[in-house]
């Protein structure tokens, strides 16, 4: 069951070989320096050289290394985006599915008797929910009216007495999620979110983006060009992620008892 991941990472790590020395190639043909290229590409040299000589091992996740090699080859004035759709960061596995007969199921041997009475339990249980539920809601949904009484005229000259105003109690509006995070992107990023433990965003997002995410306890940040990536908390002056180029992951609040509060 171990197989197929070994031999899709050898399949990146051949496929990383080879697009490595075609940017390597072009980039010494233009006679063009490496720091040249992570400066344009805000990438640090020591990734660039990695991918130029295959060591996958140095790199971090394949969907970071398909986005350095785009931004590389854009660098150098190749398509970036083609170039970098040779490299696959993922690997398709077909899952072995285990089939059972329905007809082996201990449900296919019910009878029709059982089968009635399933259904009559099923109908009674639903009609005294629905039931419960209207009657909270009819009960929860009573508006509080104060009625006053409108005084007897003594005489003509007095003046008429308007009707009595009905109040009506509402529930209080829901507040706000205590956490705030807005991010504003600078350059292209990967970037990932996380809200309350929960996948809220996953992606490349370009360069002017911005984005805010709230939630209950905690969230958390991740990017791949976290220099590129400005992050502000609950309102608070905003900054940098990290250093162009990093791959850097920060938590709002950062310690985890404060989001217990």
Sequence with gaps: MKKPPLQTNREQAERLAELGHQLRDRREKQDISLEKVAGTTCIQPR???????????????????????RQYADAIGLNGVE?????????????????????????????????????????????????YFLNRSTQASVPVVELQQP???????????????????????TSDKPIRVGVTLTEESWVRVMADDKVAYEGEL?????????????????AGNAGGVIVSYNESQAKPLGQPGEIQEMAFPPDPQMALR
């Design 206 to 222: 370009p360069k002017g983006t911005q984005r805010t995410w709230t939630a209950d306890r905690q969230v958390v940040v991740r």
């Design 47 to 69: 990734l660039l050289r990695a991918i130029e000589q295959g060591k996958i091992e140095e790199l971090p996740e394949p969907v970071y290394i398909r986005s350095f090699i």
């Design 151 to 173: 005084a007897t005229p003594a005489g003509p000259t007095l003046p008429i007495q308007q009707p009595a105003k009905t109040k009506t109690i509402s529930p209080a509006p």
């Design 83 to 131: 170039f970098a759709s040779e490299f696959p960061t993922t690997g398709v596995m077909a899952l072995p599915t285990i089939r059972t007969s329905w007809r082996s199921l201990p449900g296919a041997q019910l009878r029709p008797v059982h089968l009635y009475l399933m259904y009559m339990a099923l109908i009674f249980g639903a009609v005294n929910g629905l039931s």
